[in-house]
């Protein structure tokens, strides 16, 4: 393959790469926004949102350009396809975080503010697994994926959790039960980027090597 496509490559792992860190700032602020009932920070994630959708739309189209132009074979063309596949889920994990920002006004006008345990446990947790998701898909590393696949389990396991028990302080006390609903969109979007992080993992195990393990986790 020409120096030609090879720089146009490198220059596509680098929006790539720059998107991606955008997207774990989003994350990793809008879970900090909630925890801290941070007005202002959430504003600059769902401020933030626009960049990262123009950035998703340049990677679709140079990804695509590139296998118009050079009909790349083999390893190339897993890379190139993955790239389109994987850069619409880092834009809707970004466009989660903005829905679990858009709750933070909420929680900040509510005087019993005290955001539940495990709900602290699982924004880390998720902010964990997505730094593991960009760190393998930059590799690729298919063991790294694969781990990923494993934490995505304990992420449902809180987010039931959560569900759980603030339905429960719901039929407890009826006059939180805006704040108590609050908590459970929020673990729910969270479990939503956990689930685009475990869509990336399988995909970049099909990078690293050819094998297509969609529904085969513990293939």
């Not at 941070?38 to 626009?50: C, N, S």
């Amino acid at each position: 393959m020409s120096h030609h496509f090879e720089d146009l490559l490198e220059q596509l792992r680098e929006k790539v790469a720059r998107m991606t860190a955008a997207v774990q700032q989003e994350v990793e602020q809008a879970v900090e926004a909630v925890l801290t009932a941070d007005v202002k920070l959430a504003r600059a994630v769902i401020e933030g949102d626009r960049r990262i959708d123009e950035e998703e739309v340049q990677i679709e189209k140079a990804a695509i350009d590139l296998l118009a132009l050079f009909q790349p074979a083999a390893s190339d063309l897993r890379l190139i396809t993955t790239i389109i596949k994987v850069n619409g889920d880092f834009e809707r994990i970004a466009d989660c975080a903005v829905n679990v920002a858009q709750r933070v006004p909420n929680l900040a006008a509510n005087d019993k503010l005290h955001p539940p345990q495990d709900l602290r446990i699982m924004g880390n947790s998720v902010i964990a697994l997505l730094r593991e998701t960009i760190k393998a898909f930059n590799f690729p590393d298919a063991a790294l994926a694969q781990q990923v696949l494993k934490g995505d389990d304990v992420v449902d396991a809180l987010y039931h959790q959560i569900v759980h028990d603030m339905v429960h302080m719901m039929e407890a006390d009826s006059n939180q039960a805006g704040l108590d609903l609050s908590y459970i969109m929020i673990a729910k979007n969270l479990e939503r980027i956990a689930d685009h992080c475990t869509n990336i993992a399988e995909n970049v195990v099909y990078v690293a090597s050819g094998r297509i393990i969609r529904h085969m986790h513990t293939a």
